[in-house]
Nanobody, 126 residues
Framework: QVQLVESGGGLVQPGGSLRLSCVAS????????IGWFRQAPGKEREVVSC????????YYGDSVKDRVTISRDNAKNTMYLEMNSLKPEDTGVYYC???????????????????WGQGTQVTVSS
């Protein structure tokens, strides 16, 4: 059984930083596309960042570009999202996801993902 478990969310002041983690079990993240998505209250879920499995390239959503970094530690089978200069509009539930195929070049497409975490709440407020 595949499980993705996020952690690291919480309440942070504007301008602050958070690092989200997502540990995978029952599935090896290495060589597979991975991504972070978020859903703000009353809005649709959107991509934050992802890594393609076709060439290892990364994608960042326009609203977070230059403020977040996606990474993974294959030895720990864990993916991360480092977020800096957080803004109130970054508030939402953050989900990690993984694609089970190889060679994905459109990691920003949500429907490409086979496995999802349960989500972790991030609240940016003073």
């Amino acid at each position: 059984q595949v499980q993705l478990v996020e952690s690291g969310g919480g309440l942070v002041q504007p301008g602050g930083s958070l690092r989200l983690s997502c540990v995978a079990s029952g599935f090896t993240l290495d060589n597979h596309a991975i991504g972070w998505f978020r859903q703000a209250p009353g809005k649709e879920r959107e991509v934050v960042s992802c890594i393609n499995s076709s060439d290892g390239s990364t994608y960042y959503g326009d609203s977070v570009k230059d403020r977040v970094t996606i990474s993974r530690d294959n030895a720990k089978n864990t993916m991360y999202l480092e977020m800096n200069s957080l803004k109130p509009e970054d508030t939402g539930v953050y989900y990690c996801a993984a694609n089970q195929d190889y060679g994905l070049g459109y990691c920003y497409l949500q429907y490409e993902y086979d496995y999802w975490g349960q989500g972790t709440q991030v609240t940016v407020s003073s």
